[in-house]
């Protein structure tokens, strides 16, 4: 079993993360997806899911 201490969303070919950091006061976002228009499909999901719960905008970090 593999134990997140955040929010993990399934995508068909690939997924996102959302969570604390453990050092510092900020949410980490990670995204993966099987080509990389799949994970900038889904990174612009995650960013739209961030920001719809009324947290500011925001930039990537590559």
């Known amino acids: 079993a593999i134990t997140v201490?955040?929010?993990r969303i399934l995508y068909d070919g690939?997924?996102?993360l959302i969570r604390a950091s453990n050092t510092?006061?900020?949410l980490?976002?990670?995204c993966e997806g099987?080509?990389?228009a799949i994970?900038?499909?889904i990174a612009g999901d995650v960013r739209?899911?961030?920001l719809?719960?009324?947290l500011p905008d925001f930039l990537w970090s590559l």
């Open 5 to 7: 201490d955040g929010v």
């Open 14 to 16: 690939g997924w996102g």
């Open 24 to 26: 510092q006061p900020v």
């Open 28 to 30: 980490v976002t990670r």
């Open 34 to 36: 099987k080509t990389p």
């Open 39 to 41: 994970r900038d499909a």
């Open 48 to 50: 739209a899911r961030i």
């Open 52 to 54: 719809a719960e009324g």
